[in-house]
């Protein structure tokens, strides 16, 4: 005869088979791992990229049998749970990777994976899983997943995910969110329970900026089309870059003085009385009509180059290089960057909000971003306000999806109310 003990067990074990998800994660102890994912042994394509830490969580023990997919225009973020297979410790982690939304082939190919290998990576059966989706591809791909993977597809309400995956980050996972500067690059601020409101800039191929005054009460109060995708769309016109990652390489070499036009450029120095120091951007990209026009000229008269092009290493015009992609890169970053930075603070203003929080795959931890929009918060406020970032900062929407299919008050702050 079973003991009552053991029987109860056995009865949560089927629900949580029969019922995907809804069993309560524990994050008591939770940290996020020093080392890289190997994805635990699954076979992630070149499509796919591990490019942030897996959080640790020693002490949940029961069955997660759901997977989550944030499916947005440029990139598809997933968060899955997984046992340490190979350990003899407790616990699991939630793993994260994205793929390029244009390669979401891939990505399907990899929860296929996930399905195939489930009862190993989280102890459920095989064959049960659910997919919970959200962000615009999980209506665009919805009948697509339902077909390719055969599994149950629930979509989730993107703005709220956003939120919910916020929420989690503040208030449960240590050394998650941070302020940065060149002269202290990351500054962890302890998980809080008191996070309201707050400003959201989540910062993906547009610009949403949203209101947060609850855990279920929010507002998009604007945000811009000038965003990641913009970055995106204008570095490959301009320097072949054909990846993100190789923009924002370029970027970190470049130097956007060749190609914008500073404080300095126009007064000589600086403009004090106002606040201008003489490297502050006066003009985005305000010497290339000047330098291609003084480049005509000179090239006229025979004494220069045609176009302000720069020279090849025999000392002969090179065309197709008017001015350096790298210099191109950079500028473009600073004034998308810039932009979000003075837009966001304006918001913050105008709805009496004092933390602010930039999220989304644009940012992806690239020091130059994160300090020109630190600046751009601490200038435009007299250095009143902050700018926050996250380690995970382009996973909100995923684990917010990831976690809606969780019971109430399962956070040690209750930071998600089902």
């Known amino acids: ?232 769309g204008l570095s490959s016109l301009l320097t072949g870059a054909e990846t993100f990652d190789d923009m924002l390489a370029m970027a970190d070499r470049g130097d956007n003085t060749a190609v914008d036009m500073l404080v300095g450029d126009i007064y000589g120095t600086d403009y004090g009385k106002i606040g201008l120091k003489t490297t502050t951007i006066a003009s985005s990209f305000g010497k290339v009509f000047k330098m291609k026009k003084q480049g005509a000229n000179d090239a006229e008269d025979g004494s220069g180059l045609s176009n302000g092009a720069r020279q090849q290493p025999d000392g002969s015009p090179d065309p197709e290089r008017r001015f350096a992609p790298e210099d191109i890169s950079r500028s473009l970053l600073y004034a998308v960057s810039n932009n979000i930075g003075q837009i966001a603070y304006l918001q913050s203003e105008k709805h009496k909000l004092e933390h602010i929080y930039f999220g989304g795959s644009f940012i992806r931890g690239h020091r130059q971003t994160m300090n020109t929009l630190s600046y751009a918060i601490k200038f435009w406020s007299k250095g009143e306000k902050k700018a926050h970032f996250l380690r995970h900062e382009g996973y909100l929407g995923s684990v917010g999806v990831f976690l809606k299919r969780q019971p109430k008050n399962w956070g040690r702050r209750n930071s998600f109310e089902g």
């Open 1 to 232: 005869m079973k003991r009552p003990r053991l029987q109860h067990r056995e009865s949560l074990l089927d629900e949580t088979i029969l019922s995907p998800g809804t069993v309560k994660i524990n994050v008591q102890g939770a940290f996020i791992v020093d080392e890289v994912s190997n994805a635990n042994g699954l076979d992630a394509d070149t499509a796919c990229q591990h490019d942030t830490n897996d959080i640790r969580l020693p002490n949940h023990k029961a069955v997660v049998s759901h997977v989550a997919l944030d499916i947005g225009g440029s990139l598809a973020k997933l968060v899955y749970f997984s046992r340490e297979p190979y350990s003899k410790e407790l616990g699991g982690r939630l793993n994260f990777l994205k793929f390029e939304t244009d390669r979401i082939d891939q990505c399907f190919e990899f929860v296929q994976q996930l399905k195939t290998k489930q009862q190993t990576l989280n102890g459920s059966k095989p064959g049960e899983l659910c997919v919970m989706a959200t962000g615009g591809g999980a209506y665009k791909y919805y009948d697509e997943m339902k077909q390719r993977l055969g599994v149950e597809v629930l979509q989730e309400d993107e703005m709220e995910c956003l939120i919910i995956g916020l929420d989690f980050f503040i208030t449960e996972i240590p050394r998650e969110v941070f302020t940065y500067s060149e002269t202290d690059p990351m500054q962890f601020e302890a998980p809080r329970a008191d996070i309201y409101p707050y400003l959201l800039v989540n910062i993906g191929s547009g610009v949403s900026m949203v209101k947060v005054s609850g855990s279920k009460q929010y507002e998009r109060i604007g945000g811009t089309s000038l965003g990641g995708g913009t970055f995106w």
